[in-house]
């Protein structure tokens, strides 16, 4: 895809710039007239790189930045009592970009006017500039469009003279200087905004947001440990439970996504501060971190990856459960080639994860991005064994992130890491918590293919059998690609943690949902349910087919080789008609909030004994269990602690991940396996995320817990 020109740029962000204003200018106003020195001081460098900002608007320290922008500076902006951030935000945002290249705010020079003195006075120029070439700057969609005269000079200069006369049509290098101006200043208004209503409000915790961070955003994983003995085999019962318990799991982390704003915007966050956009391309160029244009396709992304890794697991642990109990040859073949399908499925979208995350995070510096592919496709720069020595957590990152690297090989890799983190613990810190949780899920997946290829015999991926589910999913990964561009969710999510203030992430997700129908016939969540029925459907109707033919393996195989594609919009009709037919019920991987859910979700347990505990159990638990917004955090430690305390064991598993089992005189017995965090420390969405699963599996509540 080509890189869009600066023109282009500005404009967009001067409409996200308006958009805003007009959804959140008076509440803006009202905050900022409530902010003492020191909270609008940390508003602007909260949005600065390295939170650095010009003291006065005669600060030389940034070099040209207050040629540029002097007017940004901590001494006017500010200042107590002063309104003149909110006068040149009104002048930004409500008037147009022609209006502002001719007048500046409160009667103040344009920003022709200023970069041309800037020039004269201040010796500011631009260095890559074309001979012949004019910038427009007419009120038309021209504006900042910059032409090069290629033959008759003299009859193209004479027809652009009125232009010229009128200071609208200006040599490139002064244009490209005056676009430059108004570009940051939309950008800067534009992320202050967000800093203005994230401080000012009320419905959310005061914290920095994810994009913002350089530490550690959540936790996945303290070390990796891969079956190190290839004689050591898991029998296929307790990998059903392991498939199960991460198909639990990936089912409330959906639950938890579509009804807590936190956990939303979080995930939305790291999808839109994690796009290949944002890694430079073969010239070293990016487009702007903060324009809205993708915060609806990052919305869309966020929520379509969570139903998606659901449902691949929902069918890995399917299948596994069909294999125990297949006893026919041609079925346990159809099947294995199934699971291997399904299997390297998961393992490339972990592995596509991984790569987004560190290709934006700790291992940018090593990706390019090829500017003129439709989906700005990531090529990794250099031979990563380079960083043996100097960085060997970055090499073996960088290793797992290469195409070529198969599940098989990313053992290799995986153990790589789990031994440097057993030597120095602190390297595993140094991890981004996205590049964390995404290093989890290959390791979670590549576990399970080696721990199966060690009790069954577990064939190659093939492309001609075992389709059934692949070829499917592909599909309908495309289909919903191909929507990016109809949905528009800024009334809710502009800026993103917009999602944070009441009943702004429950309209969203509606709308989504309603789009999606629109669009594809039915909503998201049946698209996944009804694929996974009716593959499961497939191969149990074919099981009796084979068996009443007594068909030979291999035909058996070959007769579910793919399904036959059809163009799409038959298929969008097909949904549309079954929805129409469809039982009043929810899917389970229903986006929307349902009545259904909220019975579900309102169940008490008042019936339950409380549990009589230690004072430092209690505390632990109604911090884990608080309706505050500001949870604060909980150290692991104490975590096992407080389960210990209450009688279950703590077995660890592969590294990060650890079974809790009950005690024998536990009225449930089930066991509960979670991830240790990195940062040693269960905090903001993950505390969230750890009581739901323990209310899911046990019950408790805050109330469930006495002190003795």
């Known amino acids: 895809m080509a890189e869009p020109p600066i023109d282009s740029v500005l404009k967009e962000l001067h409409g996200d710039l308006c958009r805003k204003y007009k959804l959140h200018g008076s509440k803006v106003q009202q905050i900022w007239r409530t902010l003492s020195q020191d909270q609008r001081s940390c508003a602007m460098r909260a949005g600065a790189a390295e939170g650095v900002v010009l003291k006065h608007a005669l600060d030389s320290s940034l070099g040209n930045v207050c040629k540029f922008i002097p007017e940004w500076n901590l001494r006017d902006i500010s200042a107590p009592s002063s309104d003149f951030f909110l006068d040149l935000l009104k002048h930004r945002a409500t008037t147009s970009l022609a209006e502002q290249y001719i007048n500046g705010i409160n ?12 020039m004269r006075t201040h010796n500011l120029h631009y260095v890559n500039s074309s001979m012949d070439c004019y910038t427009l700057f007419l009120q038309s969609h021209t504006y900042g469009h910059s032409y090069k005269i290629l033959k008759d000079d003299d009859i193209v200069l004479a027809a652009l003279a009125p232009a010229i006369r009128a200071e609208l049509c200006v040599p490139q290098p002064i ?8 570009l940051y200043m939309c950008q800067l208004l534009n992320i202050m905004i967000e800093d203005v209503l994230d401080i000012g409000s009320t419905s959310r915790v005061q914290q920095k947001r994810p994009q913002k961070s350089t530490r550690s955003m959540s936790a996945a994983l303290s070390n990796l440990t891969i079956a190190q003995t290839k004689s050591v085999k898991v029998e296929l019962p307790v990998l059903i439970l392991s498939a199960s318990d991460r198909k639990s799991f990936l089912d409330e982390y959906l639950r938890l996504i579509c009804t807590e704003p936190v956990v939303l915007t979080y995930n939305v966050n790291v999808w839109f ?19 809205d244009r993708y915060i609806s396709s990052a919305f869309l992304e966020a929520i379509h990856s969570a139903v998606n890794a659901a449902a691949i697991w929902n069918y890995i642990s399917r299948l596994l459960e069909l294999l125990r109990g297949a006893t026919q040859k041609s079925h346990r073949a159809t099947l294995l080639q199934e699971i291997s399908n399904i299997c390297h499925l998961e393992y490339i979208r972990a592995q596509s994860a991984l790569r987004k995350h560190v290709s934006t995070g700790t291992g940018s510096r ?8 439709p989906d700005n496709r990531l090529v990794m720069k250099g031979n990563p064994e380079l960083l043996t020595r100097e960085n060997p957590q970055l090499h073996y990152l960088l290793r797992l992130c290469q195409p070529e690297t198969s599940a098989s090989k990313a053992v290799h890799w995986i153990q790589k890491l789990d031994d440097l983190h057993r030597s120095h613990p602190s390297e595993r810190k140094a991890l981004q918590g996205r590049e964390a949780d995404s290093l ?13 290829s060690l009790i069954v015999k577990l064939p190659a991926f093939s492309r001609k059998k075992g389709q059934n589910f692949v070829t499917r999913a592909v599909e309908l990964g495309a289909e919903l690609d191909q929507i990016k561009t109809e949905i528009d969710l800024t009334d809710f999510a502009t800026p993103i943690d ?27 969540g049946f698209l996944y349910e009804d694929m996974i029925k009716d593959c499961i459907s497939r191969l149990e109707e074919k099981v009796i087919e084979d068996k009443a033919s007594h068909q030979a393996a291999a035909g058996f195989v070959s007769s579910l080789s793919g399904t036959t594609t059809q163009p ?29 859910r909220s019975v579900e979700d309102v169940e008490t347990t008042e019936s339950m004994q409380p549990l009589i505990v230690k004072s430092a159990t209690a505390e632990t638990f109604y911090t884990l269990f608080s309706k505050s917004e500001a949870r604060g955090s909980i150290p692991w430690t104490a975590f096992e602690a407080a389960m210990a305390d209450l009688g279950f064991s703590i077995i660890p598993e592969y590294g990060s991940v650890y079974t809790f089992a009950p005690p024998a005189n536990f009225g449930l017995q089930k066991s509960i396996k979670l991830h240790r ?4 420390h269960i905090e903001g969405h993950r505390l969230l995320f750890l009581a739901s699963r323990l209310y899911r599996n046990y019950g408790w509540t805050k109330s469930s817990f006495q002190v003795a």
Request: glycine residues 4%; hydrophobic residues 35%.
């Open 107 to 118: 009667g103040r020079a344009g920003d022709h006017e200023y970069i041309t003195e800037m």
């Open 498 to 524: 917009n999602l944070l203030e009441p009943g702004m992430a429950e309209n969203a997700l509606k709308a989504l949902d309603q789009c999606i129908l629109e669009n594809m016939g039915t909503k998201v």
């Open 366 to 373: 090593w990706f390019r991005r090829i500017s003129n592919t």
């Open 273 to 291: 501060f994690s796009r290949p956009e944002l890694v430079a391309d073969e010239r070293g160029r990016t487009l702007p971190a903060h324009t």
């Open 568 to 596: 799409r919009e038959v298929r969008v009709q097909e949904r549309r008609q079954k929805e129409k037919t469809r039982p009043a019920h929810s899917s389970i991987y229903e986006i929307t909030p349902s009545a259904q």
């Open 175 to 182: 244009g490209e200087l005056i676009l430059m101006r108004q």
């Open 677 to 680: 965090p990195h940062q040693s």
């Open 440 to 452: 989890c899920d290959l390791a979670i997946i590549v576990s399970l293919i080696q721990s199966l």
